[in-house]
């Protein structure tokens, strides 16, 4: 049995890339009067507490979400300080709109951090099924399929909550599988977003054979893919494999990483090798909206500026077709 659990990651530097992304494509692709399918291969539990025992074990979050809100609002004061003091310093830019849209977003689901702004009120996280249920509207529909049958659960409990009835759907299936079987879909419009844990080398191969299969049965879907960047051959050729593949469609991509910190191992003060975490991660996205490459340009270096740890952080972003 799968031992990943997404609370532990919830709210870290990946999740703040992938969910930014999503919000922003989501804005977009809902705008329009023809209903979209979103189907979620991989769903995780929907929702998770930031005050929880599995976040504040890993503390990732507080090199995501906590390190974006608690840099912005620094900035912010250091603005002030250097008013009242008259000072001259360049004012630091308002958040880009597609990280404002994911700081509102947050700020809907946590109404004590809407009101006093403080970080230490910010409690529930949204995951990738929420944050694409505040986006539909009646004719949409959202299929989730999540495996780990506690966080099948969780995910099964937390959308009953929201008394949507048959508009989202939460099934325990392989999400791998499960997507063939609703391309095309029936408005033909789509947008997949496949975000496996890499648990299993395995993974890296099903992304790609998954996502040529996708783009055979359905030409003109929206998908998205999230990727750790790790020293392994696999994650090295998954961003390539797509771009081949979505070259060979003809159809337009988008490629987006961003790197907080050094892949380096390093030896701590009793001789131990310490390993860094996760230093980086990408979305590789085929047929990406018009509007999400201006929309993360804007965001990215302003995610390097404000979750970057050592020299080495930085983004790239490339886009063809
Ligand atoms: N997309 C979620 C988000 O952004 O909030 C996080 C998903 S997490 C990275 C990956 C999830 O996929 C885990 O909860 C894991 O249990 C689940 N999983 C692993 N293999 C799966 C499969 N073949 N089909 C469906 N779910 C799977």
Redesign the pocket.
């Known amino acids: 049995m799968?031992s990943?659990?997404?609370a532990f990651?919830?709210g870290n530097h990946a999740?703040v890339l992938?969910?930014t992304t999503l919000i922003a494509l989501m804005k977009y692709l809902t705008q329009k009067d023809t209903a979209l399918t979103v189907i979620?291969?991989?769903?995780?539990?929907?929702l998770y507490r930031l005050d929880g025992d599995y976040t504040e074990t890993s503390g990732e979050a507080r090199e995501g979400i906590f390190k974006l809100i608690l840099g912005q609002k620094a900035a912010l004061a250091q603005e002030d300080a250097s008013k009242a003091a008259t000072k001259k310093v360049a004012p630091p830019a308002p958040l880009a709109p597609a990280l404002q849209d994911y700081m509102d977003l947050l700020r809907k689901l946590n109404p004590q951090f809407a009101e006093t702004g403080e970080a230490a009120h910010l409690k529930i996280y949204p995951?990738?099924?929420f944050i694409e249920q505040q986006f539909l509207s009646g004719r949409d529909k959202l299929k989730l399929?999540?495996?780990?049958p506690t966080?099948f659960k969780s995910l099964s409990g937390n959308i009953e909550q929201l008394g949507v009835g048959r508009q989202v759907v939460v099934a325990r299936?392989?999400?791998?599988e499960a997507l063939k079987t609703f391309l095309p879909p029936p408005a033909r419009r789509a947008m997949v977003?496949c975000?496996?844990?890499y648990?299993m080398k395995t993974?890296y191969l099903r992304v790609s054979g998954c996502m040529a299969d996708a783009v055979k049965r359905f030409a003109t879907g929206t998908y998205v893919v999230?990727y750790p960047i790790i020293p392994r051959p696999e994650a090295h050729d998954l961003p390539r494999k797509l771009k081949t593949l979505a070259v060979k469609a003809h159809r337009s991509w988008l490629h987006a990483t961003l790197t907080v910190k050094s892949s380096k191992l390093t030896t701590g003060t009793d001789g131990e090798v310490i390993r860094p975490g996760l230093p980086a991660s990408g979305m590789f996205i085929i047929n990406p909206p018009h509007t999400l490459k201006a929309d993360l340009q804007a965001a990215l270096p302003q995610m390097v500026a404000l979750l970057g740890q050592d020299r080495n952080a930085g983004f790239t972003l490339e886009h063809g077709g």
Request: glycine share 12%; net charge negative.
């Open positions: 799968f990943y659990r997404h990651h919830a999740d992938k969910h979620d291969t991989h769903a995780g539990a929907g995951g990738s099924p399929f999540e495996l780990h966080d299936e392989d999400g791998f977003l975000d496996p844990s648990e993974d999230w």
